[in-house]
C-alpha cells in the first residue's frame, strides 16, 4: 500500500434508498483509492478534517460546455439565439488548440474548487482543440467524459464540417482517449456528441450513431429544451418527433446522456425509458434561458433515468449545490402546478450530485465514501450549527457557502485549499 491518508469528520455516506445520511467516522485513503469506512471512529489526529468537519464526496456534473466557461451570463435571449450571438463566436476560439487547453485548465481548477470531480462535458467542433482539453481535463486529476461537438448544418460555416469527416473525427478521438487514458492512467473518455439534431443532418446523425453502436461509445446530445427548438425539430424533420430521431439514428441506449427534456411527450418519454436512455435535468439552465420547468416527476413515472447538470454557461452556476438547490425549486413549482406531488428531499438532491449521477453514467466507483471507491472527496467546514437542525441535509444545502471548502481531493491528492 503506498502513502495513506486519513480524514475524519461527519461522513456523508449513501443510504441505499436513493439518499444520503450522515455519521461520524473516519476514511483511510491509499493509492487514489478509499480503503477502508470506520464509522463511529474519529481519528484524534487525521491528515485532513477533524472534528467540525463534514466529509463528502466530490460532486459529479452532469453536463457542460467547456468552452462556454467565459460566457456565463450573457443575458436577454432564449436557446436558439443565445447560440448565434453568444456561444458559437465563443466556440470559434477552439480553432486554436492553445486557447482550447488554457480554457479548459482554467475550468477544471475553477470546477474543483467548486467541489465538482468529475464531468460530462462537450468540446467544440474542434478536433485538435477538443483533444487540448482533453488532456487539460486529464492533467487536472478529473474523471471526465469529453466529446467533440459534430455539426454540419444551421451554424457559422466556420463551425461546420462535412458528416463523414465528422464521423471519421470521432471516431478517432475516441480511439485515441482509450489509448492515452490507458497509457496515463487518467479517468477519462470520448464521447459522440452531436450537438442537438437542428444542427445535424440525418446523415450525420445516423454516422453518430453508427459509431456510438461500433465503438460502444457513450453519447451526449440536447434534447427538447425550448419551444422554438422543438418547433425546428419538427419543421427540419418532417413533424417526426425529437426523441425518435435520435433513436432511428441508433443514437439512444443506457450510456446516452440528453440534456434538458423539458418539453417531451408520453410517448418520448417511454422510448426514453425503453432504451435506458438518461436525461440530464439542467434547472439553472432552464431558467436562465427561460426555456420552461423540466417535470421531473413525469420523466420519473415514466420510468426515464436522471441525472442532473449545470449546462456551463446555459446555467449560471458552477456550484452543484447550487443546481441542486435550483432542481428541487423547480420540483416545487411543478408540484405546485400539476398538484402530483413530487418535491424533491435534500437528501436525494446530494444524491444526485454525487454517486446518484456517477451511477446513472455508469462511473460505479465515483463519488462515493466506501471502500474501493475512488478518492474524490471534499472536506468540508460549515459556519451553521449543523448538529443540532431538525433537517442537517436540507441545511447544510440551502445555507452552503463555497468558501466551507477546505480541500478537494481527487484520485487521494489534495488539488485545492483555500
Ligand atoms: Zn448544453
Known sequence: MG????????????????????????????DGVIRRVSEGIIDPRP??????????????????HLPQFDSIGIDGFTLLDWLERAIFPAECAWEDPDVAGEVATRAAQSLLSFGTTSVCAYGTVHHDGTKASIEALAAAGMRAMV???LMDRNAPPELCRGAAQLVREAVSLTEWTRGFAASRGARIEHSINPRFAISCTPELLSGAGEAVQRLHAPMQTHVSESTGECEAIARLFDGRSYVGVYQDAGLLGPRSILAHGV????????????????????????????SGDCDLGALGRSGVRLAV?????????RSMVRVARAMIETSKRVAASTGKGGVIAA??????????????????????????????????TPDVRWQEAV????????????????????????????
Open 3 to 30: 502513502e495513506t491518508r486519513t480524514i475524519s469528520g461527519t461522513l456523508m455516506l449513501q443510504d441505499g434508498r436513493g439518499g444520503v445520511r450522515l455519521t461520524p467516522g473516519t476514511l483511510l485513503l491509499a
Open 47 to 64: 491528515d485532513s478534517g477533524g472534528e467540525h468537519a463534514i466529509v463528502m464526496p466530490g460532486f459529479v456534473d452532469a453536463h457542460m
Open 147 to 149: 466529446g467533440q461537438v
Open 263 to 290: 418539453w417531451l411527450d408520453e410517448a418520448e418519454r417511454s422510448t426514453l425509458a425503453a432504451t435506458h436512455s438518461m436525461i440530464a435535468h439542467c434547472p439553472t439552465a432552464n431558467m436562465f434561458l427561460q
Open 309 to 317: 447538470g449545470s449546462d456551463i454557461a446555459g446555467g449560471n452556476e
Open 347 to 380: 437528501g436525494r438532491a446530494w444524491w444526485m450530485i454525487t454517486s446518484g449521477n456517477a451511477d446513472a453514467i455508469g462511473w460505479k466507483r465515483t463519488s462515493r465514501l466506501e471502500p474501493g471507491a475512488e478518492a474524490d472527496v471534499l472536506v468540508v
Open 391 to 418: 433537517d442537517p441535509l436540507g441545511t447544510l444545502l440551502y445555507a452552503w457557502d463555497d468558501r466551507w471548502i477546505e480541500q478537494t481531493l481527487v484520485a487521494g491528492m489534495a488539488v485545492t485549499r483555500r
